[in-house]
T-cell receptor
Framework: GQNIDQPTEMTATEGAIVQINCTYQ??????LFWYQQHAGEAPTFLSY??LDGLEEKGRFSSFLSRSKGYSYLLLKELQMKDSASYLC??????????WGAGTKLIIKP | GAVVSQHPSWVICKSGTSVKIECRSL??????MFWYRQFPKQSLMLMAT?????????EQGVEKDKFLINHASLTLSTLTVTSAHPEDSSFYIC?????????????FGDGTRLSIL
């Protein structure tokens, strides 16, 4: 079967750095997305990785290792507004998007 | 760019009413649109995938006759919840994917909060 694993919940401190991991086992791979979803709102697109390595976009960076079936989202200089759920999603060989359950990130002052 | 508009944002109606939700891609053409449902504190659940000009593909367990999907143009898809009941109350979210390969990101509308009394 197809499976995406990410931690259910994480807590971090304002101003700190947090890494949210995502591991996947899918039938094929055509890319991985990270989305942010604030409570009661729709998801917003953060990043896309299809090649190995680190993609940096401001305070957010996303890393991919295809051989390990692993990605992480790195958030630096955390702000209170970063409190949200972070969803990992993988495109399989049929171009179906497989969603993880999301990681709820709680930022404390 | 890549703005998706979903309307209405909130619907409160009586049991037995049919409710229509619109999803529009405002600044790009979307060959494929997706409809999701999300219950409080739960994951996104894909209900169906619709391609412009063809019938929608429904996920297992989603009733086609209950959730009617129309994708008549490259910028508009609609979801009609027919004869809605309290158990249909949920957060419905659409997303649209642009032309090109299936590895384009999905861009989401703001969602529709449906409450059936």
């Amino acid at each position: 079967g197809q499976n995406i694993d990410q931690p259910t919940e994480m807590t971090a401190t304002e101003g700190a750095i947090v890494q949210i991991n995502c591991t996947y086992q899918t039938s094929g791979f055509n890319g991985l997305f990270w989305y942010q979803q604030h409570a009661g709102e729709a998801p917003t697109f953060l990043s896309y990785n299809v090649l190995d390595g680190l993609e940096e976009k401001g305070r957010f960076s996303s890393f991919l290792s295809r051989s390990k079936g692993y990605s992480y989202l790195l958030l630096k200089e955390l702000q209170m507004k970063d409190s949200a759920s972070y969803l990992c999603a993988v495109i399989d060989s049929n171009y179906q998007l497989i969603w993880g359950a999301g990681t709820k990130l709680i930022i404390k002052p | 760019g890549a703005v998706v508009s979903q309307h209405p944002s909130w619907v409160i109606c009586k049991s037995g009413t049919s409710v229509k939700i619109e999803c529009r891609s405002l600044d790009f053409q979307a060959t494929t649109m997706f409809w999701y449902r999300q219950f409080p504190k739960q994951s996104l659940m894909l209900m169906a995938t619709s391609n412009e000009g063809s019938k929608a593909t429904y996920e297992q367990g989603v009733e086609k006759d209950k959730f009617l999907i129309n994708h008549a143009s490259l910028t508009l898809s609609t979801l009609t919840v027919t004869s809605a009941h309290p158990e249909d109350s949920s957060f419905y979210i659409c997303s649209a994917r642009g032309l090109g390969d299936g590895n384009q990101p999905q861009h989401f509308g703001d969602g529709t909060r449906l409450s059936i009394l």
